[in-house]
């Protein structure tokens, strides 16, 4: 059977022998060992598949292949080319536009054992992602009908015939590129051709990537078997109920649980049975009667969950997850035991299942939560509600884990805990990429980030502007893809695939332009109403219905570095898609792909660097004068740190002071970068943090003191529950001496803003000289307060909620006082918690303020362990105090790791054996 997927990917299991059982309902992945070669060497589809794929076939001058992958992996992986992404090496791999489709046209094959299952199961070859087009044999028969097209739309086929007696088998795959591949002319999507394909979009270039040479070009995404009985379960579908505002804290009322599923009879024969799942000692089932190769669609009846563990976002409550599994058994309760099987009668295909045997099951996780969009009348933009809460959206555009696509559920972790770490609560899946992964959208409900999904298509190749780049003029490009109804096949069969993610917070129809009008109609009035229904859908991402512009102009940006008062006093969007700024890695980022030749201050006013061009860099202007002169590129780089720091901190400070008034959310431009781009991303394409990711967890916090840049005050901000704090704020000399500046007593209500004591007249005069620390921050009087004025949670009085620390320049705006700052030492306490666990405490025990003190884990050569995980970065401690930072880093080959320490005016040192 050809076309859409058929089911949600379950659990994996390990490669059998040719004639071992194993328990059914499992999934096998068939990832290595692959082999591939270019087909015109071998022949096409027509000519090849058959032999190809008939085992015992010479296979010699193959090349092991990667599986997920594409033919750019598989090349890499096997030295034919040079990393694409350091240096300009990406010149030197041919460009498909150039040499023709038929040079990435590639055959994929591989062997594998499977016998044929007994008495009427089932054999079912999925594919989750093949980019663009492929053909596929198995055992010398080929399996598609015609050609399977379409990068978002996921395939299935019943092979049970077709496997070989043996247990011996054969799958040979080719695969097409896009057709057309675009043209990698140095416009935004190339010359836009690549979008008449349904595929991603910044392959052929973009303002922040160079062209993927093949267009990302093969088996991109799992393959995999799963074995059924005659009938199959497929797309299960949870909806969760949570009638009325919640608070995160404190018992619940109950929530209510809708699941529905299609049932799907391969057999020729009539099949009846019971669907059902068990959650928390209750049963839910019903009874179903499938007539042959009948398939339904079958709700089960509401559940009630008592005493239901709520989903929140990140930042306000905790990510609780359910699991149950679906099963369908024939005739009823019988005796079996879950998850055995009993043989149909008379073992013959097509035969009636046996009384209490088991045909199939689907595993299905979920959060408890319920998310709406209403519209606020005062900001004229959308505000997100979970649970009957408002979220004041803080979030990052996301292009892609992996330009080339290698990707894994460790790095998906990874990429998704740092922006947990930011204290973001929304990641924005942006158009011109993908349709992320299951396990992308995993990492986000365990994270608690919630999602904004575009679907594939952007405003720079789809047409929203004439462009003299693009091939085609501004009409026909608003047509595309070339194939509508694959494009609306492709997004039923996706939304199916993520709907059941808590984390799924809403649809956007593309980037910055909405898709032709059939495409639009069918996801908005016919797809998302019938296949997800719970979600709020925008037709792009700064269309209308999402954030009203009363502005002119663009209303989203701005983008570059900008002076910090331009964050608190310029107005955007009341829903802002797209706002950011720079993000230059350090030295040891920038080491990993730029040449030695290439490690050169960028001084504003100088031609740049060919490499750094390529690299996509955004200038800092003469931003870092103020600083003092860069001699080198580490001390350019040092000082590139404490502007990341101060924008993005300034960033989520400047928004998050008009919540509710001027905004109800932002969304940064962008926090991550896919490959080793010098631009806007919080961390680099290694994994390795920089400033931008700590500026940004410490704008975060629930309770923020910040002082406004344009007015001198202090700002205090809460988006939690209802509690007294004592705001306080102090200034220090570069020589360390302290004046305290306030202190008070406020009464915060839910998500308000405070704009508290004007410190103009003290911090003016403070910092004329050499400029001045300032160093503000809110302590907890008693608890939080719930809705009704009751105390709850475990706040002790006094507790420390927001500590943070500005440096503020001279008067004429020069950093004099930083530039000359004495040597700093620090007291510095370890403790291994466990194996790669451990807490550092650190101690300032002078009079010199001990500025912004960069912690790395290292192995014993001195180069960072990544991904490594820190409570905290770039810290500054004033004379006297103490910090304290929990890290979490990989386990070396070795085993020998080691803590380096190395700030602004603290010497480089390392502390061995952590």
Known sequence: MAGGFLWMALPLFAQRAAQQSTSPFTQQELSGPWVCRRASAVGGADSAGAALSRPGTALKGWTPAVVPGTVLTTQLNAGQIPDPFYGMNNERIPDIYTVGNDYYTYWFVRDFAHARPQHGGHIWLQFRGVNYGFDVFLNGHRLTEKTHYGMFLRAAFDITKWLAADGHNRLAVIVYPPDPPGNANGGQGGDGTIARNVTHQYVAGWDWIQPIRD??????????????GPVRIDHPHIVTRVPG??????????????????????SGVSQSGLLSYTLEGKTVSTLVRLGAHDTQTVRLPVDTLRHPRLWWPNGYGAQPLYAIQLR?????????????VTPAAGGRAGAVLARGSVSDEAPLTFGVRELTAPWNAHTRSREIRVNGRRVFIKGGNWIVSDAMLRLSKARYDAEVRFHRDMRLNLIRVWGGALTERPEFYDACDRYGLLVMQDFWGSGDCDGRWPDPKKLEDQATRKRYPDDHDLYIRSAADQIRMLRNHPSLAFWCGGNEITPPDDILHALQDSLLPSLDGTRWFTPYSNDSTMSYNT????????????????????RTFPFNSEVGSVGLGDMESLERFLPAANRVVPLAG?????????????????????????????????IAQLLNYDQYRGLIEGFAAHAWDWYTGVIIWKTQNPWTAMRGQMYDYYLDPNACLYGLHQAGETVHAAFNPVEEKLCLTNSGDRRTVRLWAKAYSMEGQETPLLEQ?????????L????LREAVDRLRAGKGIFLLVGADGVGGAKNAAGGTKGAADAEAPLSRNLYWLPDSTGHYTGLQQLQAAKVDVRIRVTSEGKAEVVLHNPGRIPAFFIRLSVTDNRGHRLLPSFYSDNYISLMPGETGKVKLEFPVSKNGLRNLCLDGWNVKKCYFRGL
């Open 606 to 638: 100088r031609e740049q660097d060919s490499v750094w061009d390529y690299h996509k860099y955004i200038p800092y202007g003469h931003y870092p004068d103020a600083y003092g002169p860069a001699t080198d590129l580490a001390g350019f780089t040092r």
């Open 245 to 266: 505002t919640r608070e995160a804290l404190g018992p619940q009322a109950p929530a209510y649980l809708e699941v529905t599923a299609d049932l799907v009879n391969a």
């Open 215 to 228: 267009r990302n070009t093969g088996i991109w995404d799992k393959v995999l078997l799963k074995e059924t």
């Open 328 to 340: 369908f058994r024939a005739g009823g309760a019988g005796a079996t035991p879950a998850g055995s």
């Open 551 to 570: 502005l002119g102009g663009n209303g989203d940006g701005p983008y570059g570095i900008q002076p910090l008062e331009t964050f608190w006093e310029h």
């Open 745 to 753: 007593k406020v009464d915060m209500e839910v998500d308000t803003t």
């Open 755 to 758: 704009v508290e004591a004007d």
